[in-house]
């Protein structure tokens, strides 16, 4: 249990005769199947938002496409000029990559001993298909809104995101209009649902870098300089580094290689460059110019004549103490009995961006075993659970501003 004075003051979700469990259940399991079977391999929404839209419509709200093509976003809101909780998520989905190793067609939703198979079904049409069947209950118990409810949905979270949330905050921005707090569907939870939640994300950092040699032939080693040999001493030294420790909230800084390349085009020709490229995911304790300073020199200390080209990709970020943060907290450890552990782990996420405008940013979803993988699959069962989850969230949600 909580202590008592990082409470919510009232459980209003006691007040609230609730769906049953089930019920909740069928209606997510319909609309997961119904985003599913649109292939929507990232940037393309195939379809997704259209059917959400029409969904949000009949609920009264007001939708907004935000499409820079070929990517599609979508707001809603009630426009009720009250502070707002925005659900945030994504329609598009990674390639499911090598076909032969699927047990079941990709963009075939399929129902098999008690799980729902298909492509996104971690990865997060299921949790936009809660989000919305939340919402819809909420509506239907017809309890006062304290809080503007919005929806924050794109096609590019999986591809660049650059067009995605990222477009759609810019535009809110532009307009001073300001998101509260945002519950970010991606599936945070681990063995099970609400086990786990993301408070924060670490940032992203890429690098290309080309190291320059001598081609020659292999037979006369001392009139090349191969620069694999470099290569590979400067990435040993990179990989085995330990950056940081971890902290409180966030792991250390990592480092991984993500391509390698070097061909001369002959088994006795040396290669004239080697090129690689790595993707660090870097803690707090860093800065991107640290991390830049000290990977310079030591490419430098190669001797070799180089060229970096560096991308930051995303900032860390950390929401601290929200009220957000306690109520999916106190839901949680209602529901189902336990605490959700508060995590940054994991790759980034759009919470980023509405990080950067001031929201209290909190992620929760699904468990995110087998996310991006080949046979994606959820527990059925876990639907009914996290759609009731967060329907007690927007009461609750609502109840406290009252
Ligand atoms: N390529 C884009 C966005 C990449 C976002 C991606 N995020 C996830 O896979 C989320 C997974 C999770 O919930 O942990 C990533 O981390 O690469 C960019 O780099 O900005
Ligand atoms: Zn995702
Ligand atoms: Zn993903």
Request: glycine letters at 8%; charged letters at 20%.
């Amino acid at each position: 249990m909580f202590a008592r004075n990082i409470l919510p003051t009232k459980n209003f979700v006691q007040q609230v005769s609730l769906p049953p469990v089930e019920e909740l259940q069928i209606a997510t399991l319909s609309l997961s199947r119904a985003l599913i079977e649109r292939p929507s391999i990232t940037p393309n929404d195939a379809g997704c938002l259209n059917i959400i839209e029409n969904r949000l419509t009949k609920l009264g709200m007001a939708n907004e496409r935000m499409d820079f093509a070929p990517v599609s976003n979508l707001f809603s809101s009630f426009q009720s000029n009250k502070p707002m909780l925005a659900f945030v998520g994504h329609t598009d989905v990674v390639p499911p990559g090598d076909l032969t190793s699927w047990h079941t067609e990709p963009f075939l939703p399929i129902e098999k001993n008690g799980y729902l198979h298909g492509r996104g079904s971690v990865d997060m049409k299921t949790a936009v298909a809660a989000m919305v069947i939340a919402l819809e209950y909420f509506v239907k118990l017809g309890l006062k809104q304290n809080v503007d409810i919005g929806f924050m949905l794109t096609s590019d979270e999986e591809g660049e995101a650059v067009h995605g949330i990222k477009h759609v905050v810019e535009r809110l921005q532009a307009r001073g209009q300001k998101v509260n707090w945002a519950l970010v569907g991606e599936p945070s939870s681990e063995e099970k649902v609400g086990d786990s939640i993301k408070i924060g994300r670490r940032g992203s950092l890429t690098a290309s870098v080309i190291l320059k040699g001598k081609q020659g032939h292999v037979g006369y080693p001392s009139q090349i300089v191969n620069p694999v040999k470099q290569a590979s001493k400067l990435l040993n030294k990179l990989q085995h580094k330990q950056w940081d420790m971890p902290s409180r909230f966030f792991p250390a800084t990592s480092f991984q290689v993500v391509k390698f390349h070097c061909d001369s085009g002959a088994e006795n020709i040396s290669p004239a460059t080697a090129e690689f490229v790595f993707n660090m995911r870097y803690s707090p304790k860093q800065t991107v110019e640290k991390l830049q300073n000290y990977i310079e020199k030591k490419v430098a200390k190669s001797g070799l004549e180089y060229q970096i080209t560096w991308k930051v990709d995303a900032e860390p970020f950390i929401t601290r103490r929200s009220l957000i943060r306690k109520v999916v907290e106190q839901v949680t450890s209602n529901s189902v009995g336990y605490k959700p552990k508060l995590s940054t782990a994991g790759g980034t996420s759009d919470g980023r961006f509405l990080a950067q405008m001031g929201t209290q940013v909190v992620e929760f979803g699904l468990c995110n075993k087998g996310i991006h993988q080949a046979n994606e699959k959820v527990l059925i069962t876990d639907l009914g659970l996290l759609t009731s989850m967060y329907l007690k969230i927007l009461i609750q949600m609502n109840g406290l501003n009252a």
